[in-house]
């Protein structure tokens, strides 16, 4: 809700940020949380911490430096530089600026508008020859207008233009359109015309038609941009494989767009942006999602539009003027040989960063750092081989060895751990672990008489013996295991604090209470009879008396006891992890 009342309330913003900064001194009431601070070239370290839920406060990466004088900083003053470290690019688009979309009403544009929308942009010009033809066409553009009006966040302006790029004058009118919007921010030359066929049977026509359409607009876009009295953010074209690798019968296509390429070197020489993608075949929408394409001697297979955006999303800060995207049918082969199940351990090594064989086995993945949208694919892989369906936590409870026998194909392993694992789910969703507040609880409706008490069991409540506790003719009492027992650390404690509960429910009797333990406090039962505070105790456990009675009751000793009794509800790993 802060957010809500620092928009709204602005007079409340002002007063509590300068409240904040006058009391963030030293002795001030505003103290920072907790915090690790990580070098960036550790920064996978760090989310892999994180990933862990280890850390206490929070986890930082220091980019650079603070500066000394903590002051505003002057227009255009220096600020300490940030240390050199490897990022990952994101692609924004200003909101105020215009996005000059040639042939924006193909499939490919209307895929481009929306992914150019969620990044920012509001302001577009889409080019046409005549305007919308299709119902498709129609369709998607009124839907984006109607997406436009109903949400505010997305509201923006789309501007179709039938104006004539393949001349001077056709391309001065489409850009004072989009000046009309605002600022032009980038192109996207997208439009194209294909005449496929070979060299000795096409004419001088078709051949100038294809090839216009490509480099005769983007020339005509680059002549007029620079006389605009500023830079372009992006200035884009769509390109081919085929000006770079060839295709049959695409001479006049592959020509077209290489003069686009040239164009893109002579802007980046002069300082300005130019980006040339050479895509493969495109799947889903455009003129190749029909066509089974081969590019020379290598077989590619089709890429999918939302691949090509995000492959665009980091090429658009790429400093090449050239560059390529396209699938090989054989890419999956690269990834190492054999079956599925051991590519998958192999890459599940390479992005955690571990040697399988230095690592011991008992590390979990959780601890090592197993990533979400990695531990996701384990999850199907699971689910298609092992026949199990299981939760991302109990996948970063497994250990290194159980994935090294995963990966040599012995699966017995693993597949007794989750299922162990449910059965523990299981037993425990079965409890009700409340933890009591009150010292002690009755029972049973009698109050006269000499009192029962029930020692605490390992459930934390009495619904074991409630039943028989109501057909005893004496009061029963139950005596709980607060949070302040919890904080108790050795059996002594533990005796010494019932004893005195039981002092406060019997003032005056300095001993002689009738008590009744259960398998885990069956010790503490036996405790009270060595220091004389019970009179009778009736203790219901496994154990003789003579194991009871003798100096192994140690706080080691009953440490290792419930975890016996609790084994045959928990995996053997998870035991291992506590001992």
Known sequence: MMDVVLTERRQYYLEFFDWVHRNCHPDGCVRPLNY?????????????????????????????????????????????PARDMMVTVKTYFDPNKSYIITGGLGGVGLELLPWMLYR???????????GPKTNYQKFITGLFRQHFADYKYFASDMFISTANALTLEGTREMLREAERLGPIGGVFHLALVLNDSLAENMTPERFAETSDTKHRVFEN???????????????????????????AGQCNYGYGNSRCERVCELRRRDGMHGLAVQYGPVGDVGVAADVDFSVGDITVQKQRIHSCLDVLDKLLAAKHPIVTSFLKKDLAKSFGTGTKKTRLVAELWRVMGVDPNTTPDRVTLGEIGLESMFGSEVQQEFEKTLNITVTINQIKSLTVGAFKEYESGRRDHIIKFLDERKRLRTHILRQKFTMPTEPWVWLNGHREGRAIYFMPTLVLNFSMVEEFAAKLDRPVIGLNWTREVSQLSTLDAVAKYYVEVLAGLERGNEGGYDVVGYLDTAHVCTKLLLKGMAGRAVIVDVMNA??????????EFMIELMLKMISNEMPADIIGNIK
């Open 36 to 80: 690790t601070v990580f070098e960036p070239r550790k920064a996978e370290q760090a989310f892999r911490h994180m990933s862990t839920g280890k850390h206490t406060g929070k986890l930082l990466i220091k980019l650079r430096d603070e500066e000394p004088d903590k002051q505003p900083l002057a227009m255009g003053a220096p600020v300490s």
């Open 120 to 130: 920012g942009a509001r302001k577009f010009v889409l080019t046409s020859r005549c």
């Open 221 to 247: 876009l680059d002549q007029l941009t620079r006389g605009l009295g500023y830079k372009v953010d992006y200035f884009v074209v769509f390109s081919s494989v085929s000006a770079g690798k060839g295709n």
């Open 546 to 555: 003579d194991a009871l009675y003798s100096e192994q009751s140690t706080d």
